[in-house]
T-cell receptor, first 110, second 115 residues
Framework: KQEVTQIPAALSVPEGENLVLNCSFT??????LQWFRQDPGKGLTSLLL?????REQTSGRLNASLDKSSGRSTLYIAASQPGDSATYLC?????????FGKGTLLTVNP | DTAVSQTPKYLVTQMGNDKSIKCEQN?????MYWYKQDSKKFLKIMFS???????INETVPNRFSPKSPDKAHLNLHINSLELGDSAVYFC??????????????FGPGTRLTVL
């Protein structure tokens, strides 16, 4: 059974800092790893999808890496901004479904 | 031109009632999903349908019955509502079921409160 863990559960940083969010998964038989953003009271927005054959994906200030053999992914956010404040969820795609971690609540202080 | 829409956005009801939540996607996707996000914000899959066929039923009580009248719609009917059913329910869709390239697109959620 796939289990996904995210560390830290919450993170507070000053504006402008670079930061890393961590995600680990127990079953390496995944076909992709996805990172989502959730704003309070809203749905999920897809940020990055890394296929199992890829090592990383980049979109603007976001970079996600995947190490399938060790069951780890990281989301790197460069030059953080207050608008980045949200909950970040990682999800492992396997067995016809996404298994989510509990998320990291990020607060970027002006 | 919302990609994945859900109705209603909020639902407040008494214990024991029966209620339905509707979901529609206009993306032409083959696969649709229902997720439950509990009070601790943990998001867990409930059901998955591929081309109107049930693929995943993740040990959900049989009081929950999904129905897919066509590929673009996946509704969730809940019988005999219980306090523990209070949560936010998200609908999602993806182009295919298992492709490594396909992301899931989520609806805005339905906040269900059972009194």
């Amino acid at each position: 059974k796939q289990e996904v863990t995210q560390i830290p559960a919450a993170l507070s940083v000053p504006e402008g800092e670079n930061l890393v969010l961590n995600c680990s998964f127990t079953d390496s038989a995944i076909y992709n790893l996805q990172w989502f953003r959730q704003d309070p009271g809203k749905g999920l927005t897809s940020l990055l999808l890394i296929q199992s054959s890829q090592r990383e994906q980049t979109s603007g200030r976001l970079n996600a890496s995947l190490d399938k053999s060790s069951g780890r992914s990281t989301l790197y956010i460069a030059a953080s901004q207050p608008g980045d404040s949200a909950t970040y969820l990682c999800a492992a795609g396997s067995n016809y479904k996404l298994t989510f971690g509990k998320g990291t609540l990020l607060t970027v202080n002006p | 031109d919302t990609a994945v829409s859900q109705t209603p956005k909020y639902l407040v009801t008494q214990m024991g009632n029966d209620k339905s939540i509707k979901c529609e996607q206009n993306l032409g996707h083959d696969t649709m999903y229902w997720y439950k996000q509990d009070s601790k914000k943990f998001l867990k899959i409930m059901f998955s349908y591929n081309n109107k066929e049930l693929i995943i039923n993740e040990t959900v009580p049989n009081r929950f019955s999904p129905k897919s009248p066509d590929k673009a719609h996946l509704n969730l009917h809940i019988n005999s509502l219980e306090l523990g059913d209070s949560a936010v329910y998200f609908c999602a869709s993806s182009r295919h079921q298992t492709s490594g390239t396909d992301t899931q697109y989520f609806g805005p959620g339905t906040r269900l409160t059972v009194l």
